[in-house]
């Protein structure tokens, strides 16, 4: 995981408190990688390990045997609605959160 755009996540992350969904991080990263890696951040989202690849396959973000960086958007059962391949999200975490307000707001209507 890039630990940049996580930061960049978590100091934005009242960006996405206007909408209904759950943040997660999810990569091949074993858990206790992650586990070391939220506790030094003090980051307050989720960190999920894929380490067969399944998740990141169905939401479009498997790249060979690692993920890509990006954002995905499941519906609340769990289906595959948006995913866009983006190394910099974080970067851009304004222009993120913009696309994310209008997947799900496409969603919901």
């Given at each position: ?18 909408i209904d969904a ?88």
């Amino acid at each position: 995981m890039c630990q940049q755009q996580l930061v960049q996540l978590q100091e934005n992350i009242h960006l996405f408190d206007d909408i209904d969904a759950d943040l997660y991080a999810i990569s091949v990263d074993s858990p206790s990688n992650h586990k070391q890696l939220k506790e030094a951040g003090a980051f307050t989202y989720s960190f999920l390990t894929d380490s067969s690849l399944e998740v990141l396959d169905h939401v479009n973000m498997k790249n060979d045997q690692i993920s890509y960086r990006g954002v995905s958007i499941l519906d609340k059962d769990g289906a595959y609605v948006y995913h866009e391949i983006n190394d910099l999200w974080g970067e851009q975490i304004e222009e993120t959160s913009a696309k994310i307000h209008e997947q799900i707001k496409e969603l919901n209507d």
